[in-house]
């Protein structure tokens, strides 16, 4: 079964900072899907960037930025020039390339300090 | 384009009774899901749907729980009856096709479900 671990409950970081949210995850697959999405505290589910497993190119979204490690399955996301309106619980998901269905992790509450 | 859509927002019932949830799907999307989320769990599939036929149910935590989507454009998830344990936020999100590339999951601003 595929899982994916966010070993970070919570992570704090001053504005303007970077800050470096982990995920790791298993999987046999060889095509998957890799995504962060953003949960602030309205509830909405937003997604943040997402990466392709078969592309080697690291994905970037403006501020937003993935180290996609794939031996090491490793998926972690970079938020630079950190902003009030980052503070949220950040998610970490994965689906296989056939699959329609997300795993997600268990989250990392994101706090942005001035 | 409206996003997909949830109601009620918020809903607070007794235990025993039914609770039914409601989701709008965006148009032209064929996959429709529900998920819950709670603090214990995290997020959770439930079950979802493909052109309005369920492909995976296994996520359904027991009989009390079912799921329908009687056209493209609407789906319902129903607890009778409810108990304290389900209290939680119950996410609808819908897609359009099988393939991830450029097509995410787009998710309804849930549910919050309280049950006393």
């Known amino acids: 079964a595929q899982t994916v671990t966010q070993s970070q409950p919570e992570m704090s970081v001053q504005e303007a900072e970077t800050v470096t949210l982990s995920c790791t995850y298993d999987t046999s697959e060889s095509d998957y899907y890799l995504f962060w999405y953003k949960q602030p505290p309205s509830r909405q589910m937003i997604l943040v960037i997402r990466?392709?497993?078969?592309?080697?190119q690291n994905a970037t979204e403006n501020r937003f930025s993935v180290n996609f490690q794939k031996a090491a399955k490793s998926f972690s996301l970079k938020i630079s020039d950190s902003q009030l309106g980052d503070a949220a619980m950040y998610f970490c998901a994965y689906c296989t390339g056939t699959a329609s269905k997300l795993t997600f992790g268990t989250g990392t509450r994101l706090q942005v300090t001035l | 384009d409206a996003g997909v859509i949830q109601s009620p927002r918020h809903e607070v019932t007794e235990m025993g009774q039914e609770v039914t949830l409601r989701c709008k799907p965006i148009s032209g999307h064929d996959y429709l899901f529900w998920y819950r989320q709670t603090m214990m769990r995290g997020l959770e599939l439930l079950i979802y749907f493909n052109n309005n036929v369920p492909i995976d149910d296994s996520g359904m935590p027991e009989d009390r729980f079912s799921a329908k989507m009687p056209n493209a454009s609407f789906s319902t998830l129903k607890i009778q009856p409810s108990e304290p344990r389900d209290s939680a936020v119950y996410f609808c999100a819908s897609k359009r096709g099988r393939a991830w590339g450029n097509q995410p999951q787009h998710f309804g601003d849930g549910t919050r479900l309280s049950i006393l």
């Open positions: 990466q392709e497993a078969y592309k080697q």
